[in-house]
């Protein structure tokens, strides 16, 4: 399985990424070392939606706090970067797409990125994959 990330990148032409304590959702808690994983540059941080391709070199979960009932669940992961986008893919090109059961790859990136817009690692369908792979 594939996965996304989207988070705030300082600078999108490092090789390596360390993304410390990252939320997850829609099945991100389940990404692995040797997984691969498109990095987007949060626009909520100045960044502008997809900017790389790497591969997980580690990932770990992170332990719940106690005491607290509701917690979304965290893990820190290490990226090698493997590729830069060639064009661009952010809030501003997916806003359209907002029927939710349309299952185009497009959809499922809106939904899971913007819909809600913290940042988070989340897990990618066979389609979705293939889609972003487009882009590199």
């Not at 399985?1 to 997850?24: G, L, N, S």
């Not at 991100?28 to 939606?49: M, P, R, W």
């Not at 607290?68 to 893990?75: A, F, G, I, K, L």
């Amino acid at each position: 399985m594939a996965y996304a990330i989207k988070v705030e990148i300082h600078d999108p032409q490092e090789k390596t990424f360390v993304f410390p304590r990252q939320k997850t959702m829609y099945g991100g808690k389940e990404i692995a070392e040797g997984d691969t994983v498109f990095l987007f540059a949060s626009e909520n941080e100045g960044g502008q939606g997809l900017i790389a391709r790497g591969v997980v070199t580690s990932a770990k979960a992170v332990s719940r706090k106690p005491g607290m009932e509701r917690q979304t669940p965290r893990v820190s992961i290490a990226v090698r970067r493997t590729a830069l986008a060639r064009r661009p893919l952010g809030r501003r090109e997916l806003k359209t797409f907002s029927d939710w059961k349309d299952g185009r790859p497009e959809t499922e990136l809106n939904f899971k990125f913007y819909r809600q817009a913290t940042n988070k690692i989340v897990g990618l369908s066979d389609e979705t994959t293939a889609f972003l792979k487009g882009y590199f």
